[in-house]
């Protein structure tokens, strides 16, 4: 009888043992995913890296890859072909998929403005305006990516036609830059840090900036929401708790912009981001990272004027009925403590 009991407790503390390891495996564990972003050491997607770098992610138990990709369409592509489970790129792309049938949402908006400024090569005195782009080459990051859209826009707006101005995708920037020098494009919209490298070298001079949400609504006519981590609806409705650490990760992220230096900001990037230049990148960064929202909340009138942006240039977009509601989310920044 005392060998049964003695048994049978040591089989009862095996067990509770194995079943107490199995649980700190569960809870230690962190959450895999991937994250595409639309070319990470663009200022935009300043975010994505920096919550990387300040430990952001395994503090919440993540296990984030982010991977570069520096036209926001092909992200887009990888996010629809299931390759990655988020992507850190514009707002807009939520919206033109929808009226494709796809439904992607921001899940934490980061940016209030596009950070977006078009350049025009200092070899042509002759553009003067947008309405001077009639004929000439423009530099887009690729063929249906934002740049792509505002361009778009921008030249719609200024009384010309699609087929007045030819969008070459040329990335940015030593691929943006490169286009400029050689003469490819005339201009090309571009981010930080590529728009100071060009204007210190005196190659280009800024014809629309949209760096700030002033200068945006005098451009676009309204706040224009850009840079956010969007995902497939379905992804995100079925991994609600992981959604949630990535959104406590990126308003954390956020915050700690809103309440630091450029150069406290700059000092925890990546050194060849600077791409020599770390006093430019952080001038930089000091002139444009106002663009960014202090928790992630979509800017109650962004979406509009989103949509009217889009619908002023593109067919496709013109007739179709958008639910602006299902293109982006609050519950998770709303529910980070």
Known sequence: MRFSSALLHTVVFSTLLTATSLTAGTVSAADKLTLMVGGYEK???????????LGYFKDEGLDVELLNEPAGVDAENQ???GAVQGVVGFYDHCIDLQGKGKFVE??????????????VSTKHPEIK??????????????????????????????????????????GAGAT??????????????????TITRLLKTGEASILVDMRTTESTRAALGGTYPAASLYMETAWVDAHKDTVQKLANAFVKTLKYINTHSAA??????????????????????DHGKAMFTADGVMPQDGPKTVLAVLQ??????????????????????????
């Open 43 to 53: 200022q935009i997607y300043l975010p994505a890296k920096l919550a990387e770098s």
């Open 79 to 81: 996010l629809l072909a």
């Open 106 to 119: 921001s899940v934490v908006q980061f940016s209030q403005a596009p950070g977006e400024v078009e350049l």
């Open 129 to 170: 305006s947008v309405a001077d782009f009639k004929g000439k080459s423009l530099g887009v990051t690729g063929l249906g990516s934002s740049t792509n859209f505002l361009t778009q826009y921008l030249a719609v707006k200024n009384g010309l036609s699609l087929s007045d101005i030819t969008s070459v995708p040329v």
């Open 176 to 193: 943006f830059i490169a286009a400029l020098q050689q003469d490819k494009i005339q201009a090309g919209m571009t981010t930080e840090p």
């Open 264 to 285: 406290e900001i700059t000092d925890q990037m990546p050194k060849d981001f600077y791409v020599s230049d770390k006093d430019g990148y952080t001038q930089a960064l």
């Open 312 to 337: 002023g240039f593109s067919k496709s977009l013109k007739d179709k009925q958008i639910d602006l509601s299902k293109t982006y989310t609050t519950e998770f920044v709303n529910n980070v403590r």
